[in-house]
């Protein structure tokens, strides 16, 4: 199936169940201006993050990975009263994106904006959790390093979502020589040999193209 039928049917979807939103579009419209890369969610993935928190009872997000806060206030706008999302973005000029999208937002006071390098902030982040949902979505040679925290700022029942875990079906050469390929198996083979976690894959195909998500409990 060709891409065009992909995002034709993610569109039918998007206008049947979640059409246009002026606060999700505006914060797009920033992102592309500013010359962001399209790495973002799609809105239906969006708005299942946003379905996971509510059938969860989440109150606190981590997300590592902000980018210009599309996937940030899908998220915050699940939380209930008293619930926080802490996001983290390396790049300043992405992050100076997402503050304006966050500003706009109408749920600002539900999010903190983090930037700096992941790796360094997350020690930071210690008294701020155990985190009730954990999104991954950075620079995938890190993905490790980011399991390692996420699971260290969990606790028992804790989700934890990795996204672009598929790469246009990649992930399954051994011998790729791409070191996001490489990151992703290597954070998929820790999943699996952690006996605190239990896990599954799913492969998704729409507007972003062939990928995928892994959702890890933690049991402990």
């Given at each position: 199936?060709?891409?065009?039928?992909?995002?034709?049917?993610?569109?039918?979807?998007?206008?049947?169940?979640?059409?246009?939103?002026?606060?999700?579009?505006?914060?797009?419209?920033r992102?592309?201006?500013?010359?962001?890369?399209?790495?973002?969610?799609?809105?239906?993935?969006?708005?299942?993050?946003?379905?996971?928190?509510?059938?969860?009872?989440?109150?606190?997000?981590?997300?590592?990975?902000?980018?210009?806060?599309?996937?940030?206030?899908?998220?915050?706008?699940?939380?209930?009263?008293?619930?926080?999302?802490?996001?983290?973005?390396?790049?300043?000029?992405?992050?100076?994106?997402?503050?304006?999208?966050?500003?706009?937002?109408?749920?600002?006071?539900r999010?903190?904006?983090?930037?700096?390098?992941?790796?360094d902030?997350?020690?930071?982040?210690?008294?701020?959790?155990?985190?009730?949902?954990?999104?991954i979505?950075?620079?995938?040679?890190?993905?490790?390093?980011?399991?390692?925290?996420?699971?260290?700022?969990?606790?028992?029942?804790?989700?934890?979502i990795?996204?672009?875990?598929?790469?246009?079906?990649?992930?399954?050469?051994?011998?790729?020589?791409?070191?996001?390929?490489q990151?992703?198996?290597?954070?998929?083979?820790l999943?699996?040999?952690d006996?605190?976690?239990e896990?599954?894959?799913?492969?998704?195909?729409?507007?972003?193209?062939?990928?995928?998500?892994?959702?890890?409990?933690?049991l402990?």
């Amino acid at each position: 199936m060709p891409l065009s039928i992909w995002t034709a049917v993610d569109q039918y979807f998007s206008d049947q169940l979640h059409p246009s939103d002026p606060v999700l579009d505006r914060a797009q419209a920033r992102a592309d201006a500013a010359g962001l890369p399209a790495h973002q969610v799609a809105p239906n993935q969006g708005a299942f993050l946003q379905l996971m928190i509510k059938l969860t009872g989440a109150t606190r997000i981590l997300e590592i990975g902000t980018l210009g806060a599309y996937s940030t206030i899908w998220m915050a706008r699940g939380l209930s009263a008293g619930g926080i999302i802490h996001t983290l973005e390396a790049n300043p000029v992405h992050a100076a994106v997402a503050r304006q999208n966050i500003a706009d937002s109408g749920v600002s006071e539900r999010i903190r904006l983090h930037e700096g390098k992941a790796a360094d902030t997350l020690p930071s982040l210690v008294h701020e959790g155990p985190f009730d949902l954990v999104f991954i979505d950075a620079d995938k040679p890190s993905n490790p390093i980011y399991l390692k925290w996420a699971l260290e700022l969990s606790r028992p029942g804790t989700l934890i979502i990795g996204d672009n875990v598929v790469r246009d079906g990649k992930v399954v050469d051994a011998a790729s020589d791409d070191a996001n390929v490489q990151g992703v198996r290597t954070y998929i083979d820790l999943i699996a040999a952690d006996p605190r976690l239990e896990a599954t894959a799913l492969q998704t195909v729409g507007c972003k193209g062939y990928d995928g998500f892994v959702i890890a409990r933690v049991l402990g």
